[in-house]
């Protein structure tokens, strides 16, 4: 087959970029890491809310699929590898730190109603506190500190959803999921937003 | 208004934000203000969420990773992938249009070292004239530096024009080989477009 000369990364989808760096090429491994540092970091940083601690794990994500690059399947989207990595160094992360795992929404494992209920935690004041403090910021911030807020399973599912625009099929991969779980999350966690939308335009 | 067809379902809400909504969700929405509300919320709440700013790591990113990545089976062929049939076939027209230039200047200069004089004679008067100007300005020009024993050769060639043509002939040679290799030196015509 003939070939040419790399003269434009652009031009490249992922598989070619991954089939070059596992033969060698440190120019490949520079440009799979300027494709995605930014989504990578966002998305952990949206997680953990630490800018170094993010900074750290998203650079161990980055360490560890570049150094199993070999083992890179090219069926599967490289995309889900690395939100799949980045996702679990997240999680791993805020269950090492026990973070705050507030529930606006109750377990994530609730199916009935009632069982959402019981074990929502009734944090109607400290909403109504929260909502006062941030009355007079912008709504993106505001939104922003709201998926803060979410259960980290919600979390990372809306995050993928809606900020990374990935569809629901490759969440359920990236995060190992039941098609019907992840949208199920999804739905919850759009839901809280909505309400805290809602109360917003109340005011 | 009441209604009483079922609220949506979070599957139709779905299709509310990927604009492909049921016609049972579209005929509902109609006339249920709380599920317009929650329809409009929803694609706020989406909108805000895709418009949220990239957080950026540290300049300093990339480069701590690679200081601990190990670049593996490390080779020294240049980067290379499949072209596409659009650069080869500008590769073809380059190729074409070079390799028929090459032998035309070839051709005429093999035929003027066998037909030395219809080669001098094929000129016309005006353009002898004006070469023998420029080529006794050279001979002046050249003289008082190549006026040196080692240099004894250049004088021969100045003194005597028809010797210098299988030099010509060989520094055309090599004009064209050097094109030749310019040409894999040359870039491609960009494409943006990400498969
Ligand atoms: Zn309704």
């Known amino acids: ?203 | 208004m009441m209604t009483t067809a079922a609220h949506l379902t979070t599957d139709e809400l779905d299709a509310f934000l990927e604009d492909h909504p049921t016609p049972r969700a579209t005929s509902h929405l109609a006339t249920c203000a709380e599920c317009q509300m929650m329809v409009t919320l929803d694609r706020e709440v989406v909108y805000h969420l895709g418009a949220l700013p990239e957080h950026v790591p540290s300049y300093r990113f990339a480069d701590g990773v690679m200081a601990r990545v190990t670049v593996g089976h490390p080779v020294s062929a240049p980067v290379v992938v499949p072209a596409t049939p659009r650069a080869l076939a500008a590769r073809r027209r380059v190729l074409v249009a070079g390799g028929l230039t090459g032998a035309a200047v070839a051709g005429a200069f093999g035929w003027a070292i066998l037909n030395p004089a219809a080669a001098l004679g094929f000129a016309s008067p005006a353009l002898q004239q004006g070469g023998h100007a420029l080529w006794a300005g050279m001979q002046v020009g050249l003289s008082s530096a190549v006026d040196q024993p080692v240099l004894a050769w250049v004088t021969d060639m100045v003194a005597a024009p028809m010797r210098a043509i299988p030099i010509l002939v060989g520094a055309a040679g090599a004009y064209a080989l050097a094109l030749t290799g310019m040409r894999h030196l040359l870039t491609e015509p960009a494409h943006h477009a990400r498969g």
């Not at chain 1, 000369?5 to 760096?21: C, F, K, N, S, Y």
């Not at chain 1, 900074?55 to 599967?76: G, H, M, W």
């Not at chain 1, 529930?103 to 074990?119: F, K, R, V």
């Open chain 1, 1 to 203: 087959m003939s070939e040419r000369p790399v003269t434009d990364w652009r031009e490249l989808v992922d598989q070619d970029v991954v089939r070059l760096a596992a033969l060698g090429h440190e120019a490949a491994y520079r440009e799979l890491i300027r494709r995605y540092e930014r989504p990578v970091f966002s998305l952990i940083y949206r997680m953990v809310r630490d800018r170094e601690l993010a900074e750290d794990l998203a650079q161990e994500t980055f360490i560890k699929v570049l150094n199993a690059i070999d083992s890179y399947r090219p069926e599967y989207k490289f995309s889900s590898w690395i939100f799949k990595i980045a996702n679990n160094a997240a999680i791993d992360q805020l269950r090492r730190r026990s973070l705050d795992t507030l529930s606006l929404d109750g377990s994530p494992h609730a199916e009935s109603a009632e069982a959402i209920e019981a074990t929502t935690l009734q944090v109607g004041d400290d909403r109504e506190s929260q909502l006062d403090e941030v009355a007079n910021r912008e709504l993106g911030a505001m939104i922003e500190e709201a998926i803060g807020q979410l259960r980290p399973e919600y979390r990372n599912c809306i995050l993928l959803r809606h900020v990374e625009g990935r569809p629901y099929e490759e969440i359920a991969e990236i995060l190992d999921l039941p098609l019907g779980t992840v949208k199920t999350y999804i739905h919850r966690a759009r839901n809280e937003l909505r309400i805290l939308l809602a109360a917003v335009r109340d005011e």
